[in-house]
C-alpha cells in the first residue's frame, strides 16, 4: 500500500469515530510507529487531522470543506456504483438537473451514450464530460464559478432553477441525517442546491453511505424534499429502514465498478 493510499484509509479511519491511536494504526497497516507518526505529521501540514498524544482526530468542521480531489479519491469505488445506478433512472425524453460534486461527475459519465435527454447543471465539470454529445441537449446555469470546485454559484444559478423545471434532480449533499435533513459545507452552493429541489418534479439523492447521519454548516432542504436515496451497499439495514419508513426509497447501488475509459483523466 503506498503512503497515498494510507493516508485516504486513515482519513476515512478518524470521520468514523473520534480519534485513532498511532498503535493501531501501525497494526492495521503493518508498518512501524515512526511510520504513522510521519503520515499524520504530513496529514495534519495539509490541514486534514490534528495530532494528538499517541493518536490523531479529525481537523475538519462543519463547515470544512475538504477539496475536490480529495473527496473525489474518497469511497471512489462506491460513487462510480453510484453514478451507475442513479444513470439508469434516466429515461429517453428526460430533462434533468445533475449537481456539482464527485458522485454527481460520475453520473455523468455513465450519461455520456444517453439519448434523447436535456441536463441543467451548474457544473462546469459535468459539462466537460457531456459536451459535445449528440444524444444531450446540454444547459449551463450560469452564474459565478468557484475556483476547485469548478460549481457555479450566486444569482444567476438559482435564478436558471427558477425559471427551468425538470422531471428528475441528481443531488448530492454534504450529509444527511433523518431530523435534520440534507446539508452541505459552503452556504452559496446549499442555495444553489436549495433552487434545484424546488425545480424538480423528482428529487433523487446520491451519498455515500459515510454521509448518513452527519449534519454540516447549511441547510439545504428537508429530508421530505427527497423522493429516493442511492448510495451503496455499506449502509446499514437499519438506517435503510429509517429512512424508508418515513416514505423514502433507498436504492442499493452494486456491482463492479467501471472500468476507466479513454478521457476521464481529462476532466477532475
Known amino acids: 500500500m503506498s503512503s497515498e493510499q494510507r493516508y485516504q484509509k486513515i482519513i476515512e479511519l478518524i470521520e468514523e469515530r473520534p480519534s485513532v491511536a498511532v498503535v493501531e494504526l501501525a497494526s492495521i497497516f503493518n508498518v512501524s ?4 507518526r510521519r503520515d499524520l505529521a504530513s496529514l495534519e501540514g495539509l490541514g486534514l487531522i490534528h495530532r494528538t498524544h499517541g493518536g490523531a482526530v479529525s481537523a475538519r468542521g462543519r463547515s470544512y470543506e475538504p477539496p475536490f480531489l480529495a473527496r473525489s479519491s474518497a469511497y471512489n469505488d462506491e460513487k462510480v456504483r453510484i453514478g ?52 444531450i441537449r446540454l444547459i449551463l446555469t450560469g452564474g459565478i464559478l468557484r475556483p476547485g470546485e469548478l460549481s457555479m454559484i450566486g444569482d444567476l444559478a438559482t ?42 418534479k423528482e428529487v433523487i439523492l446520491l451519498v455515500d ?5 452527519q449534519v454540516a454548516f447549511s441547510r439545504i432542504a ?24 418515513v416514505g423514502v ?8 465498478p467501471r472500468p476507466p475509459t479513454e478521457g476521464d483523466g481529462d476532466v477532475g
Not at 33 to 36: D, G, L, S, V, W
Not at 225 to 245: G, M, Q
Open 84 to 135: 451507475k445506478a442513479a444513470a439508469a433512472l434516466v429515461k429517453t425524453g428526460d430533462s434533468i438537473a445533475l449537481d456539482s460534486g464527485t458522485t454527481a461527475l460520475e453520473v455523468a459519465r455513465e450519461l455520456v451514450t444517453a439519448r434523447d435527454i436535456t441536463v441543467l447543471t451548474p457544473s462546469f465539470q459535468v459539462a466537460q464530460v457531456l459536451a459535445d454529445r449528440a444524444g
Open 249 to 256: 426509497e433507498v436504492i442499493v447501488a452494486a456491482g463492479a
Open 159 to 200: 435564478h436558471a432553477f427558477e425559471e427551468l423545471f425538470v422531471d428528475k434532480l441528481f443531488l448530492g449533499a454534504a450529509a444527511v441525517d433523518i431530523q435534520i435533513g440534507l446539508t452541505e459545507f459552503n452556504y452559496e452552493d446549499a442555495l444553489v442546491k436549495r433552487a434545484m429541489a424546488a425545480s424538480a
Open 33 to 36: 510507529e515512526m511510520t504513522i
Open 222 to 245: 428537508p429530508l421530505r424534499c427527497v423522493n429516493r436515496i442511492v448510495t451503496d451497499s455499506k449502509v446499514s439495514d437499519e438506517i435503510r429502514s429509517a429512512y424508508e419508513r
Open 209 to 213: 453511505s459515510s454521509k448518513f447521519g
